[in-house]
Nanobody, 124 residues
Framework: QVQLVESGGGLVQAGGSMRLSCAASGRTFSSYAMGWFRQAPGKEREFVAGLSWDAGYTYYTDSVKGRFTISRDNAKNTMYLQMNRLKPEDTAVYSC?????????????????WGQGTQVTVSS
């Protein structure tokens, strides 16, 4: 069993930056593809960014390309999402997810573990 805990959310002004972290328990973190999702009020959950187990491959949804960077530190069992030039439409609850079967985390992949989420609010 893997537990995922997100942190780093909060309130930021438009144009600002924020870094989210996803800390994982368990000794097999380095073998999982990992992804970030978000869900805004009244909207469906949306894939944001994904990473392969070795961080050799990344995948971003179009709306965050060039602004967000996903990374991981397998020695620390932690994944990150660096968010720059934030916009009010980035406001959402951000959750991380892990897949035992995917090579690269993608929007339509199957995920086995989910975190509880952290709120990100971008004011205009």
């Amino acid at each position: 069993q893997v537990q995922l805990v997100e942190s780093g959310g909060g309130l930021v002004q438009a144009g600002g930056s924020m870094r989210l972290s996803c800390a994982a328990s368990g000794r097999t973190f380095s073998s999982y593809a990992m992804g970030w999702f978000r869900q805004a009020p009244g909207k469906e959950r949306e894939f944001v960014a994904g990473l392969s187990w070795d961080a050799g491959y990344t995948y971003y949804t179009d709306s965050v390309k060039g602004r967000f960077t996903i990374s991981r530190d397998n020695a620390k069992n932690t994944m990150y999402l660096q968010m720059n030039r934030l916009k009010p439409e980035d406001t959402a609850v951000y959750s991380c997810a892990a897949s035992r079967t995917l090579v690269l985390a993608t929007p339509t992949g199957k995920y086995d573990y989910w975190g509880q989420g952290t709120q990100v609010t971008v004011s205009s």
